[in-house]
């Protein structure tokens, strides 16, 4: 549902896939561009379905964007025609980067998401706000 242009949906609206998933964003000619976020559909045996919220061109992951995996890690991913990209200057992959919530120091809350497979730790609701 949303707005169309020459039969394909344009600007905002939603999507819902037949295999379950769902996106919610910003559209152009009928392909996933710009800001939206995408709901993969919740697998058997998954505790929560996987999340990508961020940035889109051409129907692919493009940009910034932060993936919430089935376990509820959080990763703030730089991506590049659907595949995470190395930070600039370096040759590191971000696929596990983690950052610590800033809000932490201003006096926010005390729970934090810890991802498996870095040290550092993050709020989900801060990362989500700094997109």
């Known amino acids: 549902k949303g707005s ?3 039969n394909l949906i344009h600007g905002e609206g939603e999507m ?7 996106y919610a964003g910003k559209f152009a000619f009928g392909k996933r561009n710009g800001r939206g ?13 996987v999340t990508y919220d961020g940035e889109w061109k051409a129907d692919k992951q493009h940009g910034r964007g932060i ?10 991913v730089m991506w590049a025609d659907g595949a995470p990209r190395a ?3 370096d040759d590191l992959w971000w696929d596990d ?6 809000a932490k120091s201003k006096g926010g809350c005390d729970e934090m998401l ?6 550092n730790v993050a709020h989900l609701e801060c990362m989500n706000a700094r997109l």
């Open 4 to 6: 169309f242009k020459n």
């Open 16 to 22: 819902r896939y037949a295999n379950g998933d769902v």
């Open 37 to 49: 976020k995408m709901i993969y559909c919740k697998q058997v045996g998954e505790a929560r379905a």
């Open 67 to 76: 993936r919430v995996d089935a376990k509820g890690a959080a990763q703030d």
């Open 87 to 89: 930070k600039s200057g």
């Open 97 to 102: 980067v983690c950052f610590v919530c800033q």
């Open 114 to 119: 810890c991802c498996e497979t870095c040290p």
